[in-house]
């Protein structure tokens, strides 16, 4: 996603939290290491005030002056943390459509679908919101020790966590932007869930397993599903996680006035292309890791 974290979908019959846990692991390592190059890409042209000439000269710059691994700055604090953020998801989205069957095993209208998806986001925004703090922070850092935006640089996720919390605590430093996270992934989890679910009843037919190329379509037009619903609360909530002070009031609406008078309707959309690549081999390979490791698991007795 994600995480942004983009997830997937729990099989219909019950599944124990440590398989889920595991097999959001894999799942998410994958998502992180196929897609972190082209999230960074797309945090840079969120926080952009003029460095960069669209999403390829974002490229070239970050790697002709801090190398190629730039691309991956911020990677850490998902990698560790794309695990708990799945497993929270996958359990609350099967709560949310447990509680919505009008019997077990019911398949779903679609619009039943998206409000599971909306009351998973909710939750898994708990843990991603710090998780993606972090991330933001680290990759918003131009050049090797020095931060472009007066900030401190950071060495790493831990350094961020821990300066954050001495300056603002924990709700306005570690947590920042949670309510940003939150309305970002009532929307985006209703659109990524409702555009694998879609997807997949039309290519799969009923009693049938998926294969690995149905799934990772499905997944595709899943990452597709979660940025279309959600693209410009996305870009406040960057813009916010990344603020040297903390928001004060209703600072969604505000900031949401604030970077249209300042660039315009295309301000609301700065990274997007990016955004829309990744989703493609990012979901798809979430999904295929999530679902293989998962038949595994079955198939084996595993947990």
Known sequence: MSAESI?????????????????????????????????TIKVRLQLDSGRFNGAMDCAVQTIKNEGFFALYK?????????????ALLFAANTECRRLLQSYPGEQLPLYKIAIAGSGAGIVNSVLASPVEMLKIKLQAQFGKGASGSGQRYYSGPIDCAQDLIRQHGVANGLFRGLWATIVREIPAYAGFYVGFEATKRTLVKEGQEASVLQLMTAGAAGGLGYWAACYPLDVV?????NQ???PRG????ST?????????????????????VRAIPAAGATFTAYELTMRAIEKNSLI
Do not use: W
């Open 237 to 241: 909530k960057s813009k916010v996680q």
């Open 250 to 253: 209703f600072y969604i609406i």
């Open 74 to 86: 911020g990677m850490a604090s998902p990698l560790v943390g794309i695990g708990a953020v799945n």
């Open 256 to 276: 949401l006035k604030t970077i249209h008078a300042e660039s315009g309707f295309a301000g609301l959309f700065r990274g997007f292309g990016p955004s829309m």
């Open 7 to 39: 997830a997937v979908i729990a099989p219909p019959k019950q599944t124990s939290a440590a398989a889920d846990f595991i097999a959001g692991n894999m799942g998410g390592m994958c998502q992180v290491l196929v897609g972190q190059p082209l999230d």
């Open 244 to 246: 040297v002070e903390p």
